[in-house]
């Protein structure tokens, strides 16, 4: 393992002005976000749509990496590039989800853990050979009643841990993503409490299993309330409480921090970074790595038709040019309106 590859890769990924793509969605997952836009899921449709993504003029000034699900990462543009050569061509470096989904915890109804771990080494020596520098691991928190349970924490950042170091050690930067998600009606205080919760397990799992933390992107949820929760917080409160978070729970050494958008509209996901990038100075790079937030208007806006490409490659570099102006706290409420 070489630790200066490791840092050199995971600063280019929070380079200034610059976040990720995910569109990593599995096969499952894209065939619902497909379904909505009434298009079929062969897989020279789900060809066709990464391709509009990536070839978007000008991506490369605002997108430093894109996440790629395994049916993508072997896939190639209409002229025959693989998907992954023509990223490193535009200077935007290859990434691959490696989890294989969150499965039910037995003996903890309600709860799940995510799995991928057995034969990973090999699946990570693969992987950079088709040119992979990084690599994503999704374990999910779920807030209801009674749950999460520690054992069900305790569990999954182990197994993000154990994801990491597997990575560290064939040259692959991991992305640690603990997602705590939005789903419910709980308040903004309680994800602030199982966030803590949750980021306090897993640092204590990655320095149990000698992460090189400058090595290593953390990808975590902000601090915000259930989307069914009568009290919903402002702008300001988010980002004020989730920077308090992060403060509190992770440690300064970690390369960055991208976070994911986890269902919030793209102009809330964008405000909430941008107000976050005022509040330094902090201690890492707080950058995007979103998949919804940067993908549903271009979605939309595609239908899924071929003549409608460039309208939704429009979509796509709008918002990833608005996220972008957010990295240095220069997106503000209602610019989506005016931008092209
Ligand atoms: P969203 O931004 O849509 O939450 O997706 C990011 C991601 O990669 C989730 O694992």
Known sequence: MSRSDLERVATAMVAKDKGLLAADESNTTIAKRLDKIGSPSTEEQRRSYRELLFTTPG????ISGVILYDETIRQKTRDGVPFPDYLVKLGIIPGIKVDTGAKPLAGFHGETITEGL???RERLIEYYKLGAR???????????EGIPSHAAIEANAHALARYAALCQEQDIVPIVEPEVLMDGGHTLERCDAVTSGVLTEVFAQLDR??????????????VIAGKKCPTQPSAEQVAAATVRCLKRHVPAAVAGIMFLSGGQTPAQA?????????LGPLPWQLSFSYGRALQEAALAAWGGKSANVAAGQKEF???SRLNSLARSGGFQAGMEQQAA
């Open 134 to 144: 990084f690599a994503k691991w999704r374990a999910v928190i779920d807030i209801g």
């Open 317 to 319: 570099q709008k918002w």
């Open 270 to 278: 964008a405000l909430h970074l941008s107000l976050m990038n005022r």
């Open 59 to 62: 991506i490369a000034q605002w």
């Open 118 to 120: 057995d034969g990973l």
């Open 209 to 222: 299993q000698r992460i090189h933390l400058e090595g290593m992107i953390l990808k975590p949820n902000m």
